[in-house]
């Protein structure tokens, strides 16, 4: 349900393959987690200015948990992408098989369905918070908490937009959009192997995971399906189950599925 009422998206679904960009433009600013990364980014705001006001917090130490939060958000993203998001244990247990389905599968088996492409808040929002909580928590106390928080939130909102822009067929006038794009895109397309960030490849670099030419990577069987396939679907079926079976036991892709 949306904050502010009912949205396109109470009606229909989106398709970043079939969206202009201003048509994009509408669907993030009426989605509803982004309507609540909204209201929670006043809230901390709001939080943030009482600190100083009222509480005498040390603007330097909000500067230091929001240069922090800045900085540890990118090699927080790559862990939890690589080894969360592309590891091979959360769709082993039925319990935890809807979840990868929801968080990672459905994107890259139709990587254009925005519905998937944006993060699940009730995922996203405890990972932010459990993150930047604790690091603004350390270094200045409750009102830095809040302001580490707050860039989190922050910085999440930018990530969405810029992975929408990487999946839209626009070509952006900005050379570091054009960047992260074609990077992005070759991990949807050539290898998912790699290429892990979204905004920020320096983790990629640092872990070698980094590859800037697809035309010098091995291009993987595996990047629709992340690995979920085969003897695997059979011996953990129940993201299987959930999402529809071809003929020959793999995953139908959504793209098929919606048309």
């Excluded at 349900?1 to 048509?23: N, Q």
């Excluded at 969405?160 to 990077?183: S, V, Y």
């Excluded at 290898?191 to 320096?202: L, P, R």
Aim: some cysteine; overall charge positive; aromatic content about 16%.
């Amino acid at each position: 349900m949306a904050l502010f009422g009912r949205t396109p998206w109470s009606d229909r679904k989106y398709f970043l393959d079939k969206m202009t960009l201003r048509e994009l433009v509408w669907a993030y600013v009426t989605y509803p987690a982004i309507q609540a990364y909204g209201l929670l980014s006043l809230v901390g705001l709001a939080v943030v200015i009482q600190g100083l006001t009222a509480w005498g917090t040390s603007a330097s130490a909000l500067a230091v948990a929001v240069a922090a939060t800045i900085l540890i958000y990118p090699v927080v993203w790559y862990l939890l992408h690589r080894f969360v998001l592309h590891g091979r244990w959360l769709y082993r247990y039925p319990q935890t098989a809807a979840l990868w389905k929801r968080i990672h599968f459905d994107h890259h088996q139709d990587p254009h369905d925005l519905g998937v492409l944006f993060g699940a808040l009730s995922t996203t929002l405890p990972t932010i918070l459990a993150v930047t909580i604790p690091l603004g928590w350390l270094i200045g106390g409750p009102t830095a908490a809040a302001a580490a928080a707050t860039t989190g939130i922050v910085t999440t909102c930018f990530y969405e937009f810029c992975h929408c822009i990487q999946h839209l067929p626009f070509t952006p006038k900005w050379a570091f959009l054009r960047r992260i794009k074609r990077h992005h895109l070759a991990h949807h397309f050539h290898s998912e192997q790699g290429n892990y960030g979204i905004t920020n490849f320096f983790w990629d670099r640092v872990f070698g995971t980094f590859y800037p030419d697809a035309k010098q990577f091995p291009r993987s069987e595996t990047v629709f399906n992340l690995g979920y396939t085969g003897a695997e679907t059979a011996r953990f079926p129940w993201v299987a189950l959930l999402s529809g079976l071809a003929a020959d036991g793999s995953p139908v892709p959504r793209r098929v599925r919606r048309e």
